[in-house]
């Protein structure tokens, strides 16, 4: 499975933006993808995951209410539309693929992952 993330930038505080993954090969190998992202100096953390069938959701305490994760299985792409936009959101953005959405806010849960996009959010 290869993945393809996309949509970072620059933007203001409150400012909003959409990234989205693309993924290829076998994908009907995997069950949930999810957004996870690296801010410098700091370890890795869940933003938020989606189920490819039912299309259950979850997300992180701090993202929630402003960014909203969805697929379009025709595609097979997933998007994460982020909203109200902080300073603090400033990291780097990757997307994974996995095979089991009971572990979803777990990054050792995904297999493949995506190159990453550079979200930049001045205040």
């Known amino acids: 499975v290869q993945l393809q993330a996309s949509g970072g930038g620059l933007v203001e505080a409150g400012g909003s933006l959409r990234l989205s993954c693309a993924a290829s090969?076998?994908?009907?190998?995997?069950?949930?993808m999810g957004w996870f992202r690296q801010a410098p100096g700091k370890e890795r953390q869940f933003v938020a995951g989606?189920?490819?069938?039912?299309?259950?959701?979850v997300y992180a305490d701090s993202v929630k209410g402003r960014f909203t994760i969805s697929r379009d299985n025709a595609e097979n792409t997933v998007y994460l539309q982020m909203n109200s936009l902080k300073p603090e959101d400033t990291a780097v953005y990757y997307c994974?693929?996995?095979?089991?959405?009971?572990?979803?806010?777990?990054?050792?849960?995904?297999?493949?992952w995506g190159q990453g996009t550079l979200v930049t959010v001045s205040s």
């Open positions: 989606i189920g490819w069938t039912a299309g259950m959701t």
């Open positions: 994974a693929a996995g095979a089991s959405f009971s572990r979803v806010r777990q990054d050792t849960a995904f297999n493949f």
């Open positions: 090969g076998r994908t009907s190998s995997t069950r949930v």
